[in-house]
């Protein structure tokens, strides 16, 4: 029994830098136990304290798997972090493509993207097939390179001083 509690422990230490939490004096951990009553099981305190408010506390079920528990106030938090890194990732896709096909004017074309975007209410957007898509219906908002043909010869500095 003290080997597999040592190797609990090691399993909860290396769990505890994974979610990088300062190195807390007390760790919480609890086990589920099995009740008499078939529809009850029993928490019982392996470490740390039940006044310990620091999170995540750690639950060993019956199959020593190893769960977390947490307030509903800091998972909350965590959804909203989540939500806040997929749009930030989500805008900076938008901006890549945007800038692979040269606008004029980034925040004309970032505009009509993001209309665009609100009339499909699609939640996977491609945002190549999307900026292809304004680039051919508001061709004034990309530079074309085929506007910038010089005759043989010339070259840009001197047709940008006529």
Known sequence: MEFKRK???????KISKGLSLNKQKEQTVLEIVSHEDENSKL????????????????VYDE??????????DTLSKMIEHFKKAEQETLFLKL??????HLP?????????AMEEMK?????DVDFDALIKKIKKEHPN?????????????????NAIER
């Open 119 to 123: 009339k499909s209410k699609k939640s």
């Open 7 to 13: 190797k609990e422990f090691k399993m909860i230490e």
């Open 43 to 58: 928490l019982r305190l392996k470490s740390g304290s039940w006044n310990n408010q620091k999170e995540p506390w750690l």
């Open 141 to 157: 908002l990309f530079l074309d390179l085929k506007d910038l043909y010089l005759p043989e010869g010339a070259s840009i500095i």
């Open 104 to 112: 004029l004017d980034f925040h004309d074309v970032w505009t009509v």
């Open 95 to 100: 901006e890549k493509s945007i800038l692979q």
């Open 63 to 72: 199959h020593q798997k190893l769960h977390a528990m947490l307030s509903i």
